[in-house]
């Protein structure tokens, strides 16, 4: 579905600037508490990433395979198709790093601003290919996470591991790449993840037998929600060791954005929650808590602490 006027002025509304006719930009809230010290991401504290230098967008911004309960964005008018007219990946990049500059000035001169940071901010670090839809519906992917790699950024790609074939085909791997693992059987997976695609259950099996293969650093991302996904803790553990991942984030769900319509604030688990899950999935694994998050509930899972950190 292309962005016309009204889903633009929609989204331009709600923080987003669009590039071009497929991508956006949005600020994390991350980004701006950052910049103010009021607080860094949890890829800042597991990973490094400097929140203040990150640029969180898409590249298919309306194309997604699925129609998450737990999604935050408005899923209303995403498509399950391939971006059409896929726009040059240099021009895309060329647009993010210049919406982010634009919008990031507002921070310039006020008391509340940490100036080092706004200074680092207007040189970013970081692409975190998060903000919406399923970046393998965009052909040029590839060449996209070249583009910032030969800018010496850092690049996170997040898959809801619905399009096997195109990450198995992934020429330039990310960073970091992640698959969303939010269920632990197909009738969970289906009433949770809502996918376009009948045979998604097996889509993601697939992806995730896949992900041993690829030469990056591997994340699955667990999202819990009360009451829906937080069982079967024996078939999390055989998905969790068919991707052997070098590591799990465990996070509670976040009744935000329009998530909050179809999950309200009873489904968010809490603290303890979490960390119990967490501890079952490690010992189920044989991983331990590397490292959590308190105000995040997100706790990470791995062997060691050796390669948590990256380094460019
Ligand atoms: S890495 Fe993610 S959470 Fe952190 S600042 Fe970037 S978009 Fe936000």
Redesign the pocket.
Known sequence: MKINKTIREKLEKEGYRIIGSHSAIKV????KN?LRDKG?????TFYG?E?WR?I?MSCSLLNCTSRCLHCWRDIRYTEAKKVNEPEEPKKIVDGCIKAQKEILQGFKGTSKTNIQRFKEAMNPK?F?L?LAGESFFYPLLAELIDEIHKRGMTS?LVSNGQLPEKIKKLEVQPTQFYISLNAPNKKIYQKMCRSLFKDAWERLNKSLEIMPTLNTRKVLRMTLVRDLNMTGHGNYARLIKKAAPDFIEVKGYMSVGFARQRLGYDRMPNYNEVKDFAKKIAALTKTKILDEKIDSRVFLLGKNKENMKIII
Do not use: T
């Not at 860094?40 to 800042?44: D, H, I």
């Open positions: 994390c809230l991350w980004c950052a860094v991401c949890y890829k800042n990433i929140s990150c969180q970081h975190a998060s996170f």
